[in-house]
Protein backbone atom coordinates (compact mmCIF):
# COMPACT_ATOMS: atom_id res chain seq x y z
CA UNK A 1 0.00 0.00 0.00
CA UNK A 2 1.38 3.22 -1.59
CA UNK A 3 -0.20 5.63 0.72
CA UNK A 4 2.63 8.65 1.28
CA UNK A 5 0.78 9.32 3.60
CA UNK A 6 3.43 9.96 6.15
CA UNK A 7 4.60 13.58 4.18
CA UNK A 8 1.44 15.13 4.36
CA UNK A 9 -0.15 16.51 7.47
CA UNK A 10 -3.78 15.84 7.76
CA UNK A 11 -5.93 17.72 9.93
CA UNK A 12 -5.80 16.56 13.97
CA UNK A 13 -8.48 14.24 15.17
CA UNK A 14 -11.50 15.49 16.11
CA UNK A 15 -11.86 18.91 17.87
CA UNK A 16 -13.31 19.28 21.52
CA UNK A 17 -14.18 22.97 21.91
CA UNK A 18 -17.60 23.25 19.12
CA UNK A 19 -19.55 23.12 22.43
CA UNK A 20 -22.75 20.67 20.99
CA UNK A 21 -25.12 19.58 23.61
CA UNK A 22 -25.95 16.65 24.93
CA UNK A 23 -29.52 17.12 23.76
CA UNK A 24 -28.45 18.20 20.45
CA UNK A 25 -26.28 14.55 20.17
CA UNK A 26 -29.61 12.75 21.11
CA UNK A 27 -31.74 14.66 18.22
CA UNK A 28 -28.79 14.17 15.77
CA UNK A 29 -28.62 10.24 16.73
CA UNK A 30 -31.85 9.59 16.45
CA UNK A 31 -32.57 11.75 12.86
CA UNK A 32 -29.93 10.32 10.79
CA UNK A 33 -28.29 12.18 7.70
CA UNK A 34 -27.52 10.34 4.47
CA UNK A 35 -24.09 9.74 4.02
CA UNK A 36 -22.85 11.58 1.08
CA UNK A 37 -21.57 8.65 -0.42
CA UNK A 38 -25.36 7.46 -1.31
CA UNK A 39 -25.40 10.72 -3.32
CA UNK A 40 -24.26 8.18 -6.07
CA UNK A 41 -27.52 6.45 -6.23
CA UNK A 42 -30.64 7.76 -8.49
CA UNK A 43 -32.47 6.18 -5.75
CA UNK A 44 -31.54 6.34 -2.01
CA UNK A 45 -31.80 2.88 -0.14
CA UNK A 46 -34.67 3.42 2.00
CA UNK A 47 -32.23 2.55 5.08
CA UNK A 48 -29.83 5.28 3.90
CA UNK A 49 -32.83 8.57 3.54
CA UNK A 50 -32.44 11.15 5.96
CA UNK A 51 -34.87 10.63 8.81
CA UNK A 52 -36.37 13.06 10.61
CA UNK A 53 -39.14 12.53 13.06
CA UNK A 54 -40.23 14.97 15.79
CA UNK A 55 -41.82 13.00 18.38
CA UNK A 56 -41.62 8.91 18.58
CA UNK A 57 -42.56 6.86 15.63
CA UNK A 58 -46.19 5.69 15.98
CA UNK A 59 -47.16 2.04 15.42
CA UNK A 60 -49.89 2.13 13.92
CA UNK A 61 -52.07 -1.00 13.03
CA UNK A 62 -52.62 -1.08 9.11
CA UNK A 63 -56.22 -2.79 9.60
CA UNK A 64 -58.09 -0.91 12.02
CA UNK A 65 -55.88 2.66 10.59
CA UNK A 66 -58.24 4.82 8.91
CA UNK A 67 -58.18 8.07 6.71
CA UNK A 68 -60.95 10.59 7.62
CA UNK A 69 -61.74 13.02 4.70
CA UNK A 70 -64.04 15.84 6.81
CA UNK A 71 -64.66 19.68 6.71
CA UNK A 72 -65.95 21.32 4.56
CA UNK A 73 -66.74 18.71 2.14
CA UNK A 74 -70.27 16.99 0.79
CA UNK A 75 -69.12 13.66 1.45
CA UNK A 76 -67.09 13.19 4.46
CA UNK A 77 -64.40 9.81 3.91
CA UNK A 78 -63.53 7.37 6.00
CA UNK A 79 -61.09 5.36 4.10
CA UNK A 80 -59.33 2.25 4.62
CA UNK A 81 -55.65 1.16 3.18
CA UNK A 82 -57.88 -1.14 1.15
CA UNK A 83 -59.81 1.80 -0.47
CA UNK A 84 -56.59 3.54 -1.20
CA UNK A 85 -54.63 0.85 -2.91
CA UNK A 86 -57.74 0.37 -4.69
CA UNK A 87 -57.61 3.61 -6.32
CA UNK A 88 -55.59 4.68 -9.12
CA UNK A 89 -52.08 5.15 -8.56
CA UNK A 90 -49.42 7.19 -9.23
CA UNK A 91 -45.33 7.04 -8.99
CA UNK A 92 -43.57 10.63 -8.31
CA UNK A 93 -39.43 10.33 -7.67
CA UNK A 94 -38.99 13.14 -5.45
CA UNK A 95 -35.78 14.30 -3.52
CA UNK A 96 -36.99 15.77 0.00
CA UNK A 97 -34.62 17.60 2.07
CA UNK A 98 -35.05 19.01 5.71
CA UNK A 99 -35.92 22.70 6.15
CA UNK A 100 -33.01 22.84 8.72
CA UNK A 101 -30.55 21.20 6.46
CA UNK A 102 -27.08 23.43 6.73
CA UNK A 103 -28.50 24.75 10.07
CA UNK A 104 -25.12 23.39 12.10
CA UNK A 105 -23.06 25.74 9.63
CA UNK A 106 -24.89 28.93 11.11
CA UNK A 107 -23.51 31.27 14.05
CA UNK A 108 -24.89 32.14 16.80
CA UNK A 109 -26.39 28.40 15.69
CA UNK A 110 -29.95 27.57 16.07
CA UNK A 111 -30.57 24.85 18.51
CA UNK A 112 -32.58 22.03 16.99
CA UNK A 113 -31.40 19.07 15.25
CA UNK A 114 -27.89 19.87 13.74
CA UNK A 115 -27.53 18.92 10.01
CA UNK A 116 -24.25 19.62 8.10
CA UNK A 117 -25.69 19.04 4.65
CA UNK A 118 -26.75 15.22 4.43
CA UNK A 119 -31.00 15.85 5.48
CA UNK A 120 -31.57 14.46 1.95
CA UNK A 121 -32.58 11.80 -0.02
CA UNK A 122 -34.81 10.42 -3.27
CA UNK A 123 -37.35 8.14 -3.10
CA UNK A 124 -40.30 6.92 -5.61
CA UNK A 125 -43.19 7.60 -3.91
CA UNK A 126 -46.93 5.77 -5.06
CA UNK A 127 -50.10 6.93 -3.73
CA UNK A 128 -53.19 8.58 -4.16
CA UNK A 129 -53.36 11.75 -6.10
CA UNK A 130 -54.51 13.99 -2.94
CA UNK A 131 -56.89 15.92 -5.71
CA UNK A 132 -58.80 12.73 -6.46
CA UNK A 133 -59.57 11.95 -2.96
CA UNK A 134 -61.14 15.50 -2.63
CA UNK A 135 -62.75 15.19 -5.67
CA UNK A 136 -64.51 12.81 -4.17
CA UNK A 137 -65.23 14.68 -0.91
CA UNK A 138 -66.45 17.46 -2.88
CA UNK A 139 -64.30 20.14 -1.09
CA UNK A 140 -66.99 23.35 -1.01
CA UNK A 141 -66.17 26.63 -2.52
CA UNK A 142 -65.52 28.28 1.19
CA UNK A 143 -62.60 25.73 1.47
CA UNK A 144 -59.24 27.97 2.25
CA UNK A 145 -56.73 25.41 3.66
CA UNK A 146 -56.09 22.07 3.97
CA UNK A 147 -55.02 20.46 7.48
CA UNK A 148 -53.10 17.05 7.62
CA UNK A 149 -53.02 15.42 10.90
CA UNK A 150 -50.59 12.71 11.71
CA UNK A 151 -50.74 10.02 14.36
CA UNK A 152 -48.10 11.37 16.18
CA UNK A 153 -47.72 13.33 19.68
CA UNK A 154 -45.82 15.85 21.76
CA UNK A 155 -44.66 19.10 23.25
CA UNK A 156 -42.88 21.35 21.55
CA UNK A 157 -41.92 24.63 23.15
CA UNK A 158 -44.18 24.03 25.67
CA UNK A 159 -47.23 23.27 23.31
CA UNK A 160 -48.64 19.78 23.12
CA UNK A 161 -49.89 18.87 19.59
CA UNK A 162 -50.14 16.33 17.01
CA UNK A 163 -47.95 16.86 14.19
CA UNK A 164 -50.41 19.11 12.28
CA UNK A 165 -49.11 21.00 8.77
CA UNK A 166 -51.51 22.66 6.21
CA UNK A 167 -51.48 23.66 2.96
CA UNK A 168 -53.41 26.02 1.06
CA UNK A 169 -56.05 24.50 -1.40
CA UNK A 170 -54.32 25.50 -4.99
CA UNK A 171 -51.13 23.77 -3.34
CA UNK A 172 -52.93 20.57 -1.76
CA UNK A 173 -54.76 20.08 -5.30
CA UNK A 174 -51.43 20.33 -7.72
CA UNK A 175 -51.52 17.07 -10.03
CA UNK A 176 -48.02 15.76 -7.83
CA UNK A 177 -49.42 15.72 -4.49
CA UNK A 178 -49.55 12.22 -2.97
CA UNK A 179 -51.04 10.42 -0.23
CA UNK A 180 -48.41 7.87 -0.88
CA UNK A 181 -48.29 4.25 1.15
CA UNK A 182 -45.40 2.49 -0.82
CA UNK A 183 -41.54 4.33 -0.70
CA UNK A 184 -39.68 2.34 -3.75
CA UNK A 185 -42.11 0.11 -4.58
CA UNK A 186 -42.50 -1.30 -0.89
CA UNK A 187 -44.82 -0.29 2.04
CA UNK A 188 -43.84 2.96 4.12
CA UNK A 189 -41.00 1.74 6.21
CA UNK A 190 -42.47 2.77 9.96
CA UNK A 191 -39.79 5.62 10.46
CA UNK A 192 -40.68 7.17 7.16
CA UNK A 193 -44.68 7.18 7.88
CA UNK A 194 -46.58 3.59 7.45
CA UNK A 195 -49.12 3.25 6.51
CA UNK A 196 -49.85 6.55 4.24
CA UNK A 197 -47.79 9.84 4.29
CA UNK A 198 -48.53 12.94 2.45
CA UNK A 199 -45.83 13.67 0.00
CA UNK A 200 -45.28 17.33 -2.05
CA UNK A 201 -43.06 17.64 -4.05
CA UNK A 202 -40.65 20.49 -4.45
CA UNK A 203 -41.13 21.38 -0.61
CA UNK A 204 -38.90 21.01 2.41
CA UNK A 205 -39.73 18.30 4.14
CA UNK A 206 -42.00 19.40 6.91
CA UNK A 207 -44.91 19.80 4.57
CA UNK A 208 -44.82 16.03 3.83
CA UNK A 209 -46.78 15.00 6.94
CA UNK A 210 -46.45 11.01 8.05
CA UNK A 211 -48.27 8.66 9.57
CA UNK A 212 -51.61 10.88 8.23
CA UNK A 213 -54.99 10.17 9.67
CA UNK A 214 -57.06 12.66 9.04
CA UNK A 215 -57.45 15.73 6.32
CA UNK A 216 -59.45 18.58 6.94
CA UNK A 217 -60.72 21.74 4.66
CA UNK A 218 -61.13 24.81 6.64
CA UNK A 219 -62.37 28.19 5.88
CA UNK A 220 -59.38 30.21 7.35
CA UNK A 221 -55.68 30.04 7.24
CA UNK A 222 -54.35 27.46 10.00
CA UNK A 223 -52.64 28.28 12.70
CA UNK A 224 -51.07 25.12 13.88
CA UNK A 225 -47.78 26.05 15.37
CA UNK A 226 -45.74 24.18 13.08
CA UNK A 227 -46.89 26.46 10.49
CA UNK A 228 -47.60 29.56 12.46
CA UNK A 229 -44.48 29.36 15.18
CA UNK A 230 -42.22 26.63 14.21
CA UNK A 231 -41.31 26.64 10.08
CA UNK A 232 -40.90 30.76 9.88
CA UNK A 233 -37.70 32.49 8.85
CA UNK A 234 -37.10 35.32 11.39
CA UNK A 235 -34.52 37.70 12.34
CA UNK A 236 -35.92 38.32 15.79
CA UNK A 237 -38.00 36.09 17.61
CA UNK A 238 -41.42 38.63 17.58
CA UNK A 239 -41.83 39.33 14.36
CA UNK A 240 -44.67 36.82 12.32
CA UNK A 241 -42.01 35.82 9.80
CA UNK A 242 -42.34 34.09 6.05
CA UNK A 243 -43.31 30.58 5.77
CA UNK A 244 -40.50 28.21 5.05
CA UNK A 245 -42.32 26.93 1.67
CA UNK A 246 -39.97 25.11 -1.59
CA UNK A 247 -36.76 23.75 -1.66
CA UNK A 248 -33.74 26.58 -2.75
CA UNK A 249 -31.35 25.05 -5.22
CA UNK A 250 -28.45 23.07 -3.84
CA UNK A 251 -26.00 21.23 -5.04
CA UNK A 252 -23.56 18.82 -3.62
CA UNK A 253 -20.22 16.91 -3.95
CA UNK A 254 -20.09 12.49 -3.35
CA UNK A 255 -16.46 13.26 -0.71
CA UNK A 256 -14.21 12.57 -3.69
CA UNK A 257 -11.15 10.40 -2.62
CA UNK A 258 -10.89 8.13 0.52
CA UNK A 259 -11.69 10.00 4.34
CA UNK A 260 -9.94 9.91 7.86
CA UNK A 261 -12.14 7.90 10.18
CA UNK A 262 -12.19 10.86 12.66
CA UNK A 263 -12.16 14.10 10.77
CA UNK A 264 -13.81 13.12 7.40
CA UNK A 265 -10.94 15.06 5.95
CA UNK A 266 -11.15 13.60 2.11
CA UNK A 267 -7.59 12.43 0.38
CA UNK A 268 -6.84 12.00 -3.10
CA UNK A 269 -3.67 10.83 -5.21
CA UNK A 270 -2.11 12.97 -8.40
CA UNK A 271 -3.75 12.68 -11.18
CA UNK A 272 -7.68 12.75 -12.81
CA UNK A 273 -10.46 12.75 -10.24
CA UNK A 274 -13.28 12.49 -11.67
CA UNK A 275 -15.69 14.71 -9.44
CA UNK A 276 -19.43 14.15 -9.56
CA UNK A 277 -22.74 14.79 -7.39
CA UNK A 278 -26.83 15.71 -7.65
CA UNK A 279 -28.55 18.99 -7.48
CA UNK A 280 -31.57 19.85 -7.28
CA UNK A 281 -34.29 23.25 -6.50
CA UNK A 282 -37.86 22.62 -5.73
CA UNK A 283 -38.48 26.55 -6.94
CA UNK A 284 -37.62 25.82 -10.67
CA UNK A 285 -35.98 23.69 -12.86
CA UNK A 286 -32.21 23.19 -12.84
CA UNK A 287 -30.33 25.59 -15.07
CA UNK A 288 -26.64 24.89 -13.84
CA UNK A 289 -24.08 23.33 -11.90
CA UNK A 290 -20.33 25.01 -10.92
CA UNK A 291 -17.73 23.75 -9.51
CA UNK A 292 -14.27 25.33 -7.95
CA UNK A 293 -11.15 23.78 -7.00
CA UNK A 294 -10.15 27.30 -5.42
CA UNK A 295 -12.37 27.60 -2.53
CA UNK A 296 -14.85 29.96 -4.66
CA UNK A 297 -12.47 31.97 -5.80
CA UNK A 298 -12.81 30.62 -9.61
CA UNK A 299 -15.32 28.54 -11.12
CA UNK A 300 -16.47 26.28 -14.06
CA UNK A 301 -19.58 24.59 -15.40
CA UNK A 302 -20.16 20.98 -14.86
CA UNK A 303 -21.81 18.28 -16.70
CA UNK A 304 -25.53 18.11 -16.27
CA UNK A 305 -26.74 14.92 -16.99
CA UNK A 306 -29.93 15.08 -19.96
CA UNK A 307 -33.25 16.16 -17.98
CA UNK A 308 -34.62 12.56 -17.71
CA UNK A 309 -37.95 14.08 -16.98
CA UNK A 310 -38.46 13.81 -13.16
CA UNK A 311 -39.01 16.92 -12.41
CA UNK A 312 -38.63 16.70 -8.79
CA UNK A 313 -35.63 14.88 -8.15
CA UNK A 314 -31.88 15.76 -8.34
CA UNK A 315 -29.91 15.33 -10.98
CA UNK A 316 -26.46 13.96 -11.74
CA UNK A 317 -23.59 16.54 -11.99
CA UNK A 318 -19.92 15.52 -12.67
CA UNK A 319 -16.66 17.06 -13.93
CA UNK A 320 -12.88 16.03 -13.95
CA UNK A 321 -9.74 17.48 -11.64
CA UNK A 322 -6.43 17.52 -12.32
CA UNK A 323 -5.55 16.86 -9.06
CA UNK A 324 -1.52 17.85 -7.83
CA UNK A 325 -0.19 17.61 -4.43
CA UNK A 326 -1.40 20.14 -2.30
CA UNK A 327 -4.16 20.94 -0.12
CA UNK A 328 -8.12 22.12 -1.96
CA UNK A 329 -11.45 23.32 -0.63
CA UNK A 330 -13.85 22.14 -3.35
CA UNK A 331 -16.91 23.51 -3.76
CA UNK A 332 -20.29 23.29 -6.03
CA UNK A 333 -22.84 25.64 -6.13
CA UNK A 334 -26.39 25.08 -8.20
CA UNK A 335 -28.26 27.35 -10.27
CA UNK A 336 -32.06 27.02 -10.91
CA UNK A 337 -33.99 28.62 -13.97
CA UNK A 338 -35.42 31.31 -12.19
CA UNK A 339 -32.00 32.87 -11.14
CA UNK A 340 -31.94 31.25 -7.38
CA UNK A 341 -28.28 30.33 -6.63
CA UNK A 342 -26.32 29.11 -3.46
CA UNK A 343 -25.19 32.28 -1.69
CA UNK A 344 -21.34 31.74 -0.52
CA UNK A 345 -21.70 32.56 3.22
CA UNK A 346 -24.80 30.92 5.30
CA UNK A 347 -28.14 33.33 5.42
CA UNK A 348 -28.86 33.35 9.07
CA UNK A 349 -32.23 32.90 10.79
CA UNK A 350 -33.26 32.01 13.95
CA UNK A 351 -34.46 28.35 12.92
CA UNK A 352 -31.84 28.33 10.97
CA UNK A 353 -33.77 27.09 7.55
CA UNK A 354 -33.04 26.81 4.11
CA UNK A 355 -29.42 27.59 4.69
CA UNK A 356 -28.01 26.56 1.30
CA UNK A 357 -24.54 28.14 0.98
CA UNK A 358 -22.40 26.38 -1.34
CA UNK A 359 -21.07 23.09 -0.41
CA UNK A 360 -17.57 22.94 0.45
CA UNK A 361 -14.97 19.64 0.84
CA UNK A 362 -11.52 20.10 2.00
CA UNK A 363 -9.29 17.94 0.47
CA UNK A 364 -5.65 16.57 0.48
CA UNK A 365 -3.67 15.34 -2.50
CA UNK A 366 -0.75 13.22 -1.75
CA UNK A 367 2.59 13.76 -2.93
N1 LIG B 1 -46.25 13.21 11.36
C1 LIG B 1 -45.05 13.75 11.13
N2 LIG B 1 -44.70 14.06 9.88
C2 LIG B 1 -43.48 14.61 9.62
C3 LIG B 1 -42.57 14.88 10.65
C4 LIG B 1 -42.96 14.53 11.97
O1 LIG B 1 -42.21 14.71 12.93
N3 LIG B 1 -44.20 13.97 12.17
N4 LIG B 1 -41.37 15.48 10.36
C5 LIG B 1 -41.34 16.29 9.14
C6 LIG B 1 -40.04 16.77 8.80
S1 LIG B 1 -39.48 18.12 9.63
C7 LIG B 1 -39.31 16.23 7.78
S2 LIG B 1 -37.86 16.92 7.30
C8 LIG B 1 -39.80 15.04 7.04
C9 LIG B 1 -38.78 13.92 7.06
O2 LIG B 1 -39.23 12.82 6.34
P1 LIG B 1 -38.42 11.44 6.41
O3 LIG B 1 -38.13 11.15 7.85
O4 LIG B 1 -39.28 10.43 5.75
O5 LIG B 1 -37.14 11.67 5.64
O6 LIG B 1 -41.00 14.53 7.58
C10 LIG B 1 -41.94 15.53 7.98
N5 LIG B 1 -43.19 14.89 8.35
MO1 LIG C 1 -37.46 18.83 8.56
Known amino acids: MDTRLSEVSLPAGLATDDGITLEELAL???NHGMPLEALRHDLTPPGLHYLLTHYDIPALDPVSWRLSVTGLVSTPLELTLDDLRARPARTVRVTMECAGNGRAHLRPRPISQPWLVE????????????????????????????VFTGADHGVERGVEQDYQRSLALPDALRDEVLLAYEMNGMPLPPQHGFPLRLVVPGWYGMAHVKWLRAVEIVDEPFTGFQNAVAYRSRQTADEPGEPITHIAPRALLIPPGFPD??????????????LAGRAWSGRAPLASVEISTDDGVTWREAT????????????????TWQAEPGRYTLAVRATDADGNT?????????GGFANNAVHRVPVTCLP
Open 261 to 274: FQSRHRIVRPGRVE
Open 119 to 146: AVGTAEWTGVPLRDVLADAGVDDTGVDV
Open 304 to 319: LAADDGHRWAWRRWSA
Open 342 to 350: QPEAEAWNR
Open 28 to 30: AAR
